[in-house]
């Protein structure tokens, strides 16, 4: 990975994460770009080159989660009853009941 796409990667956490904190407080509606930027500490100009507005950021964030929860199942391939499959499903999204419960609300 070259610097320039670590510090892509590590601007998208912080503005995903901006945002995640912000909706602990904030209706999804109400949060600008400019209180995400301002929260992820990067400049508009960064928002703007990694997401084209806030709900890319949540179709983002979506992605990654699909894309470490398919990678875990894959991990767990031997995982061979359905109440096996359902269990690591269920405890997956556990883990981020909290930002999904956010998001529900908004």
């Known amino acids: 990975m070259t610097k320039k796409n670590k510090q892509s ?3 998208q956490e912080w503005i995903i994460e901006a945002l995640i904190q ?3 407080t904030k209706n999804y509606h109400d949060i600008t770009i400019t209180d995400i930027a301002n929260k992820a500490g ?3 100009l960064t928002f703007y080159r990694n997401f084209k507005n806030k709900d890319d950021i949540l ?3 979506s992605y990654h989660l699909f894309e470490a929860y ?10 061979v009853t ?5 269990n690591l499903s269920f405890n ?3 883990r981020d009941a909290e930002t999904l419960n956010l998001l529900i609300k908004n």
Do not use: D, G, H
Request: proline share 3%.
């Open 59 to 61: 179709l983002t964030r």
């Open 22 to 24: 912000l909706l602990k």
């Open 82 to 86: 359905i109440p096996a499959a359902l």
């Open 92 to 94: 997956y999204w556990q």
């Open 42 to 44: 990067v400049a508009r």
């Open 70 to 79: 398919f990678e875990e199942l894959k991990a767990n391939n031997k995982l």
């Open 9 to 11: 990667q590590l601007s």
